[in-house]
């Protein structure tokens, strides 16, 4: 079975700076996805970033990019140039492909609560 | 574009009553995912339904029971409910298809408080 942790319950950043949020994971399988989702206080799970293990070129998203070991199982999430909008809880995710394609089930994190302090 | 809408938001029920959530997804979208969100924890995975058929199922008791409509629409039915059945219920679609995965797209949820 696919297990997901993430290991710093809370974080902190100044606005402006970068920070980097950590998640280790297990798997078996050799195709498969990893996500990073953010849910602010509105509760809406929103899609960061995505990483598809076949590629070894790490994702970025604008101010978003992930550092993808796959060796280590580590894919961790850095955000520069902070904003206060970015405060929110993140949460880490693995999703092995489904038979048709359809999108499989994620596997979540405990999540990572990160302030952002003006 | 719409995206992914759940009903009601909220919802107030007691011990042994049964509920029913409702969502919605994106247009052409025709899987739909439910997940339940316990207060500080990550999202647990409930039911996978792929054009009206059920695809994957978490680990949940049969209390538990879901169906997808021909339009795509779903719904999660809870029985004989817990306390322990308070939590946030998410649903999430996904355009299915060739050409690898399509990310999940979140609604903002239904909160269920059991008394």
């Known amino acids: 079975a696919q297990t997901v942790t993430q290991s710093q319950p809370e974080m902190s950043v100044q606005e402006a700076e970068t920070v980097t949020l950590s998640c280790t994971y297990d798997?078996?399988?050799?195709?498969?996805?990893l996500f990073w989702y953010k849910q602010p206080p509105s509760r809406q799970m929103i899609l960061v970033i995505r990483q598809e293990a076949y590629k070894q070129q790490n994702a970025t998203e604008n101010r978003f990019s992930v550092n993808f070991q796959k060796a280590a199982k580590s894919f961790s999430l850095k955000i520069s140039d902070s904003q206060l909008g970015d405060t929110a809880m993140y949460f880490c995710a693995f999703m092995k492909p489904g038979l048709y394609n359809q999108g499989g089930k994620l596997i979540f994190g405990q999540g990572t609560e990160l302030s952002v302090k003006p | 574009d719409a995206g992914v809408t759940q009903s009601p938001t909220h919802l107030i029920k007691t011990r042994g009553q049964h509920v029913t959530l409702r969502c919605s997804p994106i247009s052409g979208h025709k899987s739909v995912s439910w997940y339940q969100q316990v207060l500080g924890q990550g999202p647990q995975f409930i039911f996978q339904?792929?054009?009206?058929?059920?695809?994957g199922r978490g680990n949940f008791p049969d209390r538990f029971s879901a169906r997808q409509f021909p339009n795509y629409s779903s719904e999660l039915n809870v029985n004989a409910l817990l306390l322990g059945d308070s939590a946030l219920y998410l649903c999430a679609s996904s355009f299915a298809g060739t050409g690898g995965i399509s990310p999940l797209h979140f609604g903002n949820g239904t909160r269920l408080t059991v008394t």
């Open positions: 339904y792929y054009e009206k058929e059920e695809r």
């Open positions: 798997t078996s399988e050799n195709n498969y996805y």
